[in-house]
């Protein structure tokens, strides 16, 4: 398998002192991905720039190809504050514990790249923010992401007619499945480590990713039809367990919030640069057959009283008003 089965082992955050020597001290990470996705260079780039800033040198220990399993389990680490200290987590990754944080990936959120630069170079989720640390100890220290999800599917869909009851992975937030059931397909939750399988086995027919995801793991040997409906810019929250970061010195802390900070603008930038080169390349290589989609209209009034309502239910009108008056 591609992916690891979420080994646990104790003690994250290591410090260790003598009488003679400053402290040193280890920080453990994990990543889905290799050294080349935008995801894995982000959190390489933040411990630089930790290591830049800082007085004593810290040792980075970034876990790569899911060793440490996927992301939910991610999540469950850093809150417990074990086995890891940092991690980029998926906003719907994290609905298991702030139901309001997906409000950051809903599809259809961003008009565009520059909507999606606006909200994160802004504090207009600092409400989210405040709610994730409150409920479940995770601090986010910066924002990288950039990558365009698309349909990945095993057949050409290019209409609403072909999308009508396609089923699809989704990820396990529920206004995920909201959104996709309103656009007519059948969507359903299934952990990412298992989606080649569950499209080879013929469970769905395809997901939504971003372009360096599917070449990372080769979604397109089994799904190989990518259809542009550019329903969402990928967010790419990188989160600090509040466990590790109350353990360090208030110098460490400032340092870790500029350097989260700094490495979710390079992110950004490289994965908004690498995006459509991706694309381009499996396009190229013949990996992929790239259709357009004809009813992108239809599909945003489909589902804009979807996300409305959600909002709603969550009380989070204000919010979702604020993201799109960026
Ligand atoms: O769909 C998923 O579960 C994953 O998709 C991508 O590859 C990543 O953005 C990752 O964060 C996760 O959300």
């Given amino acids: 398998s591609k992916f690891a089965s979420g080994a ?13 020597q400053a402290a040193d001290m280890t920080l453990r990470g994990a990543s889905l991905f290799d050294e080349s996705h935008a995801y894995t260079k982000t959190l390489m780039k933040f411990g630089e720039l930790v290591n830049k800033y800082a007085d004593t040198e810290v040792t980075f220990d970034l876990r790569l190809n899911s060793e440490l399993g996927i992301e939910p389990d991610y999540v469950n680490f850093l809150t417990q ?24 990936d809903m599809p259809f959120v961003f008009r565009d790249l520059e909507h999606w630069n606006a909200v994160l170079s802004s504090d207009v989720l600092k409400p989210l923010e405040d709610e994730l640390l ?19 599917s095993d057949k050409q869909i290019s209409n609403l007619e072909e999308l009508k009851g396609h089923k699809m992975r989704v990820m396990g937030a529920p206004i995920q499945a909201r959104i996709f059931g309103a ?87 490289v994965e908004s640069t690498e995006d459509g080169q991706k694309l381009t390349q499996m396009k190229d290589a013949k990996q992929i ?24 239910e969550l009380g989070a009108t204000a919010l979702l008003d604020a993201i799109q008056a960026k």
């Avoid at 646990?8 to 003679?20: R, W």
């Fill in 8 to 20: 646990v082992f104790a003690g994250a955050l290591v410090i260790s002192a003598t009488a003679t």
């Fill in 81 to 104: 504050g074990v086995a890891i200290d940092y991690a980029i987590i998926a906003p719907s990754n994290l609905a298991r514990f702030a139901p309001a944080v997906p409000l950051m």
């Fill in 183 to 269: 656009a007519s397909a059948a969507p359903s939750a299934i952990a990412y480590s298992e989606v080649y399988n569950a499209i080879q086995t013929g469970v769905v027919s395809g997901l939504e990713n971003e372009a360096a995801s599917l070449l990372q793991y080769k979604f397109f040997e089994v799904a190989p039809h990518v259809t542009l409906t550019q329903h969402s810019i990928t967010v790419r929250p990188i989160v600090f367990s509040g466990k590790s970061f109350a353990k360090l010195s208030p110098e460490m802390q400032a340092v870790v919030l500029k350097a989260g900070k700094e490495a979710g603008e390079y992110g950004r930038k």
């Fill in 134 to 152: 409150e409920k479940a100890d995770l601090k986010i220290i910066g924002y990288a992401g950039g990558g365009t999800r698309n349909l990945i």
């Fill in 289 to 312: 057959e790239v259709h357009e989609f004809a009813d992108r209209d239809k599909l945003l009034a489909m589902v804009i009283p979807v996300q409305k309502a959600y909002a709603e």
